[in-house]
């Protein structure tokens, strides 16, 4: 019943990989700032929106 | 029409208001943000939030230091030939529409790379390629839609600011450990006596030790430090305690599995470390957009135009200067050394420093002190000593600004832990010596069970996150604190000391009423163009009250000084001034500020000035009066005592004509004789005295703006909610002494398995995240219910 060795190193493994993914992203500053982020995320659509309406605002004009 | 808001900036529209494609705008300079915008398809800025501009305001030459090679180098991050980064400062920074301006911004000025706001610090990383476009271009380019980055002394050499993570980190590894810890001990809560479990139960419990030496050796040292640190002040504090918990779990779990006697601690101690630092991190509120350290720097220009002795103008930096140094000074310009008038008429506002509105003339010749802005036209002025020499920058060699007001107050986790700790050690040598003489194998096992079961996580826990909590509350009722101990602090006020000018009295709303004949038209339109020409601070001030009228040449217009103007236009003559300048004699009313006016030698009426004193002065006085002494200490002269005394209690002291210094002195003193004090101050004039109280809160109209060092920022809009505000800090107290009370029940409860040698891990595993949880949940839902009385 050794797979329970290879079960344990797996699973040790992946929480270490986690583990190290998440001191790059403190490192690297993610964490800094907590909100410009999540109002960020809802600018793309809102450009794509705008860039249509020209696009239909040329036609009609 | 006329309530139209700017399309632009929200601001109220009048008569000069300007239609740009359908829309109404209130001036020029918003029209243009607009166009600049249209141009470039990024009307989409006016999607997100109704009127999110700023006005643009004229910088003529304002920027110029900006083509200096080494002020460019002290402000960029980093640079090579095709890149550079610079940080910059906006304080116009406000809602989501400012974000995504401000990260178009490549669409306007093709040489940016990339900007990136960030909201909480109202800052923009600007990535651009200096061979395309320059930092003053980009500069200029922010100000002219509205952005103006705020560029100060403070950020001269300051680049690469050091941002501390170690909390994060500490967080993350306890967490880690805390989780994977808990999967590992899972299996072996329940004690069956399975064939696999038995066979590897030895593999997890080491896998447990080894994932439980981070969370000892570095998230927990800190504790351990202020443990050590605080036995060699002879001082128990909370974390000795803890400290004693954190070694005792660590070497009875290594011991216990070592020797094989049991299955060890070491979810417990995971959790234990997690938690506490979890309120650490939850008290750990900052208002990163605030400053509380602020001292002149954050004043000051970066640079300053000097006129060589060939007459040339250059651009040096302000510790460049130097005594026997010409230096020009443009409107709005902030006179960063001690210097003598030499040309120009200078109009100087020194409210950074004293607080007072009123701008000062002054002639050639004249004495300026560091710390006024120059409200009209341009100066000439010499420099009479360097920036750091100067009488305004001097005030900060004074040692209150190096001390550090939390070095010698006891807070009340580390006022209870003394008597905690001792009980503590009192009950496990009793039990041990007890169990000595009835079982002795068991004393070792019920001495460590009681330092285990005792360690005060949830004690620990009671202020962190009652004061955490509270901090949020008050940032959203616009009251800014420093940091947590502050409001045990003000709970612990018995004096109130307030400035006069800027905090009891407010900068922007000084009012005026008519009494009198209505006036005609043309009369209104006089009058409010022969205002326009004066510069006596009433006039400026009745001139900002009336409302918009036209511009005309004025026939004949003559200033009288010391008693009023004169003026006409159209046949009419209108005098404006005492009333024996109009021709009246004096009427009863002398406490307030009149100017009366005549129109033709006849008579008209009068506007009568109302000290702008803040809304609820006098209520907030009456309310703080039965718990507090009271005093106004004020920089002014006693002109205005007779009007407090009727606004305020009778018991308020009232002292006038203190000087910066004095303030300083008058509240160490009080201190010395055991007042408790909290100054509210606003100015420069108030640092060293909102350094030296107990608590010093400065009141500021915008809180993006200007504040001296202090404790906490309040909002001026919410200077009349203070009492309450005092008064929640109070309740919040309470709550940590009730919590307080809750943990000591569960000490007791655990102390019993404790003490009769029966504590098995899974009862302190489920005891300890209990005690905690529920302990953070009761203070939650307290200071949740206080927040809600207060708004």
């Known amino acids: 019943m050794s797979v329970i060795y290879v079960i344990l190193t797996v699973s040790v493994i992946v929480g270490i990989a986690f583990f190290i993914v998440f001191l790059f992203a403190v490192k690297s500053g993610q964490y800094d700032d907590s909100y410009t982020p999540s109002v960020r995320m809802l600018f793309e659509d809102e450009l794509v929106k705008d860039e249509t309406k020209q696009s239909i605002k040329t036609k009609t004009d | ?791």
Not at chain 2, 685 to 700: E, W, Y
Request: with cysteine.
């Open chain 2, 1 to 791: 029409m006329s309530q139209t808001p700017c399309y632009h900036c929200g601001d109220p529209c009048d008569s000069s208001s300007v239609v740009y494609k359908k829309k109404t705008f209130c001036c020029n300079g918003c029209k243009t943000v607009y166009e600049i915008f249209s141009e470039h398809d990024l009307t989409c800025y006016y999607d997100f939030e109704n009127s999110p501009g700023a006005t643009p305001k004229e910088i003529e030459g304002k920027y110029d230091f900006l083509n200096q090679e080494n002020i460019i180098e002290k402000l960029t991050e980093f640079r090579s030939e095709t890149t550079e980064i610079a940080n910059l400062y906006i304080p116009h920074i406000h809602c989501s529409s400012c974000i995504w301006i401000l990260e178009n911004l490549s669409k306007l000025d093709k040489g940016i790379i990339d900007t990136q706001v960030n909201f909480g610090k109202k800052t923009i990383r600007l990535t651009y390629n200096p061979q395309d476009t320059t930092l003053k271009s980009i500069v200029l380019l922010l100000n002219r839609i509205g952005y103006e980055p705020y560029i100060s002394l403070e950020d001269f050499g300051s680049k690469g600011s050091h941002i501390n993570r170690t909390l994060i980190y500490k967080l993350g590894v306890a967490g880690f450990g805390f989780g994977n810890i808990m999967f590992l001990s899972f299996p072996e809560y329940f004690e069956i006596q399975e064939f696999w479990l038995e066979q590897y139960k030895h593999l997890f419990r080491w896998l447990m030790f080894a994932l439980s030496l981070p969370i000892v050796f570095y998230a927990a040292q800190d504790y351990f430090v202020s443990a050590y640190k605080g036995l060699k002040a002879k001082i128990l504090n909370i974390d000795v305690p803890i400290a004693l918990g954190i070694t005792v779990l660590f070497v009875r779990s290594s011991v216990e599995i070592a020797l094989d006697l049991g299955s060890g601690f070491f979810d417990s101690l995971a959790g234990l470390v997690f938690f506490l630092l979890l309120g650490k991190f939850f008290q750990q509120k900052t208002y990163q957009f605030l400053s509380f350290e602020r001292d002149y720097k954050s004043y000051f220009p970066i640079a300053i135009t000097k006129i060589e002795s060939s007459g040339s103008e250059t651009t040096i930096q302000v510790y460049d200067i130097k005594k026997g140094d010409r230096l020009v000074i443009r409107n709005q310009e902030l006179i960063p050394v001690d210097a003598i008038l030499i040309n120009g008429k200078a109009k100087i506002d020194y409210s950074f420093v004293t607080g007072e509105s009123q701008a000062i003339s002054k002639v050639s010749g004249d004495k300026l002190f560091a710390g006024g802005k120059q409200t009209r036209g341009v100066i000439e002025i010499e420099a009479l000593k360097s920036v750091e020499q100067s009488y305004l920058t001097q005030l900060w060699s004074n040692d209150v600004f190096s001390k550090n007001k939390e070095e010698g107050f006891t807070n009340i986790t580390n006022a209870i832990s003394k008597h905690f700790t001792l009980t503590i050690l009192a009950i496990a040598i009793i039990a041990t010596s007890y169990w000595l003489i009835v079982d002795a194998s068991k004393a070792m096992n019920v001495f460590t069970a009681v330092l285990i079961i005792a360690c005060p996580c949830a004690i620990a826990l009671s202020a962190p996150f009652t004061f955490g909590n509270l901090l949020r509350i008050f940032g959203k009722l616009k009251f800014y604190l420093k940091n947590a101990s502050v409001i045990e602090q003000l709970a612990k006020i018995d004096t109130v000391i307030f400035d006069k000018t800027g905090t009891i009295t407010s900068n922007a709303s000084s009012t005026a009423t008519y009494d009198g004949e209505d006036l005609t038209e043309t009369e209104s339109l006089v009058l409010k163009n022969s205002l326009r020409s004066s510069n006596h601070p009433l006039s400026r001030t009745l001139y900002q009250l009336l409302k918009e009228e036209g511009i005309v040449t004025l026939d004949n217009y003559k200033e009288h000084i010391g008693q009023g103007i004169e003026a006409s236009h159209d046949a009419i003559n209108l005098k404006i001034g005492s009333a024996s300048f109009v021709g009246q004699t004096t009427t009863a009313n002398t406490l307030n500020t009149t100017v009366h006016l005549s129109s033709n030698n006849q008579y008209k009426g009068q506007f009568t000035f109302y000290n702008g004193y803040r809304k609820g002065v006098s209520k907030l006085f009456n309310q703080l009066k039965s718990f507090y002494d009271l005093v106004i200490l004020s920089g002014d002269n006693e002109g205005e005592r007779d009007n407090l005394k009727k606004l305020l209690p009778a018991k308020t002291k009232l002292i006038f004509n203190q000087k910066p210094e004095d303030k300083l002195q008058f509240i160490k003193y009080h201190q010395e004789e055991g007042a408790h004090i909290l100054m509210v101050g606003d100015g420069l004039n108030d640092a060293g005295a909102l350094a030296q109280s107990n608590v010093g809160i400065a009141i500021s109209e915008d809180v993006n703006v200007f504040s001296p060092a202090c404790d906490a920022i309040l909002d001026a809009s919410k200077f009349k909610q203070l009492f309450q505000y005092i008064k929640a800090t109070k309740s919040a107290m309470r709550i940590i002494k009730w919590s307080f009370i809750l943990s000591f029940l569960y000490n007791v409860i655990g102390l019993y398995f404790a003490v009769t040698g029966q504590l098995a891990p899974v009862v302190a595993a489920i005891l300890m995240p209990l005690s905690s949880i529920s302990i953070v949940v009761f203070t939650t839902v307290c200071t949740n219910f206080l927040g809600k009385k207060l708004e």
